[in-house]
């Protein structure tokens, strides 16, 4: 009888931690335009209007002396791939990809940003 008390036990210990678990919710947000940051990961350069732009997890910065400051995503400016986690939406019969609150279309291998 103790034996059995034990395993229902565990049972709904097991069980309680699972539904905490399954009740996680990450949350991406766009930081702040204006933000200051001195490193970026992996950054890449892209060039646009004669002006440089950097792209790092699906951040767009512009750089200030050694650091660099988060800027909102140039209409028109083209990247080679989005990162995990960007959403497919059908706007108005376009297919458009949107990764914090950045809308993009697919065009050749590349993706532009647009708006809606």
């Given at each position: 009888m103790k034996n059995l008390k034990l395993i229902l036990l565990t049972v709904a210990l097991m069980?309680?931690?699972?539904?905490?678990?399954?009740?996680r919710t990450v949350?991406?947000?766009?930081p702040k335009h204006g933000t200051v940051v001195?490193?970026?990961?992996?950054?890449k350069l892209i060039l646009h209007n004669k002006r440089n732009f950097y792209?790092?997890?699906?951040?767009?910065y512009k750089a200030r002396g050694r650091k660099?400051?988060?800027?909102?995503?140039?209409?028109?400016?083209?990247?080679r791939n989005l990162p995990r986690g960007?959403?497919?939406?059908?706007?108005?019969?376009?297919?458009?990809y949107k990764?914090?609150?950045?809308?993009?279309?697919k065009s050749g291998r590349h993706y532009v940003?647009?708006?809606v």
């Open positions: 069980g309680g931690l699972l539904s905490i678990q399954a009740q949350v991406k947000v766009y001195t490193t970026l990961s992996k950054p792209f790092a997890n699906g951040v767009w660099y400051v988060v800027c909102a995503a140039p209409v028109g400016i083209k990247v960007n959403k497919v939406v059908v706007v108005n019969g376009r297919k458009l990764y914090k609150g950045i809308w993009y279309k940003v647009v708006t």
